[in-house]
C-alpha cells in the first residue's frame, strides 16, 4: 500500500565512511534502492558532525555527496540527495556553527539538526534562544530514544513551546526499538508534539531507509492529514529553506513530486 505523496527523509547515514552509518559507495547505493522503492523521493544525508566526528568537516561531507550523485546518476536510481549533518550538541555548538563548521539541512542555513549526547539532557535553552536568533529553526532528534527523556515525558512539550522542532524515528513507531520507546513515540503523535519522522537509516540491512510502514501506523494513531504533514510537508519545507510550523499547524498541501523528478544530465 502507497502513500498519497512522495515522501521526504530528512535524518539518514546515507554517505560511506564517515560515521556508523554506510560502510561503502555499495552499501550507499543499496540504501538509495530500497529508499526509492518505498516510495521515499529525497533524502537529507546527515553524517554525524561534533563528538566523535569532527573531523567531519563540510567540504569532507560534500566532496562525498557530490560523488554519491555521480554515482546515482549513473545507476539510474531516481533519488535526490541534499546535504546535512546530525549535529551532536555540545558547548562549541554556536562557535562552530559561526565558523561555518557545522552543515545545515538542505544547505539553506535555516534549520539545524541537533541530537543530544547518549542517554543525558543538556541545558539546550541558551543554545535554542542562539539559533532562533539567527533565524534557525532547531530540530531535536529522536527524543523518544533518549533514556533520560523517556522518563520525563513533558520536557518534549517544553522544548516545543520554546521553538524546537521534533523528529521521531520511523522505527519506533513498527517496536524496533522496544515497547516503552513505541508508546512514548505515539503519546508524541497524539499529542501533535512531531514534525518530522525520518529513518535515521545506517544500512541496507538493519536500520534501513524505509518509512512507507510508519507512516501508515501514524495515519492510525492521528490521521490522514498528520501523516502528510511530518512524512511530507515540513521535509519539504526543510529542502526548500522555509519555516516549518511549531505550535499552530498550517494544513496547506505541497504539491511536490515534479520537484524531486531526477533529471539527468545532457
Known sequence: MGTPDPLIDIHCHLLPDLDDGASSWQESLAMAELAVSDGVTGIVATPHQLGAYRHNTPDRIHRRLNKLRDLLQEKGISLQVLPGADVRIESDLLERLDGGDLVTLADHGKHLLLEFPHDIIVPVDSI???????????????????RRVIRQWPLVEQLVEKGCLIQVTAGAFLGSFGPAIRAFAEW??????VHFVASDAHGSRS????????????????????????????????????????????????????????????
Open 188 to 193: 508524541l503523535v497524539s499529542e501533535r508534539l
Open 207 to 266: 536500520r534501513r531507509p524505509l518509512l512507507s510502514r510508519a507512516f501508515h501506523r501514524v495515519a492510525q494513531i492521528s490521521d490522514i492529514d498528520f501523516a502528510i504533514e511530518v512524512f511530507c510537508d515540513n521535509p519539504y519545507r526543510v529542502v526548500r529553506g522555509e519555516v516549518v510550523p511549531v505550535l499552530a499547524r498550517e494544513h496547506r498541501r505541497y504539491r511536490f513530486a515534479q520537484w524531486f523528478r531526477w533529471r539527468k544530465a545532457g
Open 128 to 146: 535554542l534562544q542562539a539559533l532562533t536568533s539567527r533565524q534557525i529553526q532547531p530540530i531535536l532528534t529522536h527524543p523518544e530514544r533518549n
